[in-house]
């Protein structure tokens, strides 16, 4: 069992940024990434990337102006989400995932079904 924590969210206007972070308990390889999920709407992938090489993902939505990335040194197994030029659709609820996927992290990160792991959740809010 490995546990997420997450941390990083806010309020911003329209055209600010944050930046998210996601902290893994355990070191393993495997796709991680983050799910967004707006009010009364299902979790719908944002972005991901696999632990060494593979295939990252990243949301039609969000290309340009969100990137993840990552340290996988094993004292840190962090997850970062570099988010700029944020919009109001961006409003939601945040969660740090992972998958038994370890390269194809478009595939895995295409839907919720083959997530093995959630971090609590984070808000982000952005007004216009």
């Known amino acids: 069992q490995v546990d997420l924590v997450e941390s990083g969210g806010g309020s911003v206007e329209a055209g600010g940024s944050l930046r998210l972070s996601c902290t893994a308990s355990?070191?393993?390889?495997?796709?991680m990434g983050w799910f967004r999920q707006a009010p009364g709407e299902r979790r719908v992938g944002v972005a991901a990337?696999?632990?060494?090489?593979?295939?990252?993902?990243?949301a039609a939505s969000v290309l340009g102006r969100f990137t993840i990335s990552r340290d996988n040194d094993r004292t840190k197994n962090t997850v970062y989400l570099q988010m700029n030029n944020l919009k109001p659709e961006d409003t939601g609820m945040y969660y740090c995932?992972?998958?038994?996927?370890?390269?194809?992290?478009?595939?895995?990160?295409?839907?919720?079904?083959?997530?093995?792991?959630w971090g609590q959740g984070i808000q982000v809010t952005v007004s216009s």
């Open positions: 355990t070191y393993a390889h495997r796709c």
């Open positions: 990337m696999p632990t060494q090489s593979g295939i990252t993902f990243h």
């Open positions: 995932a992972t998958t038994r996927e370890d390269f194809n992290c478009v595939r895995a990160f295409s839907n919720a079904d083959q997530v093995t792991a």
